[in-house]
């Protein structure tokens, strides 16, 4: 049985518990396991806590979808943003790949993913109608879409467009320093703060 390599039924259950981590395999579980189990006790509860209080504790923006510590997140408060310019984007790294280029001063409005049949993700399972619903009441401003250069994010894109179309909004996309099939937390700064800034109509 796999239960025998194991030492001790704790182990196996901490690096199990690890390995459900994206991206983490079982040695790597193990290795992340035993170095916790170096450490100093209060280290390893600190950690322990944090993730807790994240998953139990954080909270979703009510305007933006942005995760927060508050009803309304930091940047949805901020009086000095420009609040008739929304980006659209996929997920709240995206918003944080954003904010450290500098070079964008408005609010967000995080869709939760992207529209992916093959997935079983569509339109409803997404925050597309509190999105249609902001810019309704926003008037004439300006929706950035700055959705993944893949599939799914042409098509959330395009679907998002429909939507949008008959609100007298500008509705424009960022220019294409990204490559098709690129995701925005992996583009670096330069290119995504350049792709910002020189944003343009959206066409679909």
Partial sequence: MLRDRYPSKLLEDAVEAIGTLPGVGKRSAMRLALHLLRQPSENVHHLADALVHLRD???YCSTCMMISDDDTCSICADARRDHR?????ETVRDVMSIEAT???NGVYHVL????SPIDGIGPSDLTIGTLVSRVEALGDGEVILALGGDVEGETTAFYIYRQLSRFPVKLTTLARGLGFGDDLEYADEVTLGRSIAARQPFKP
């Fill in 57 to 59: 504790d954080v909270k």
């Fill in 85 to 89: 310019t929304i980006c659209v984007v």
């Fill in 102 to 104: 500098g070079q964008y």
């Fill in 112 to 115: 939760g993913g992207s529209i």
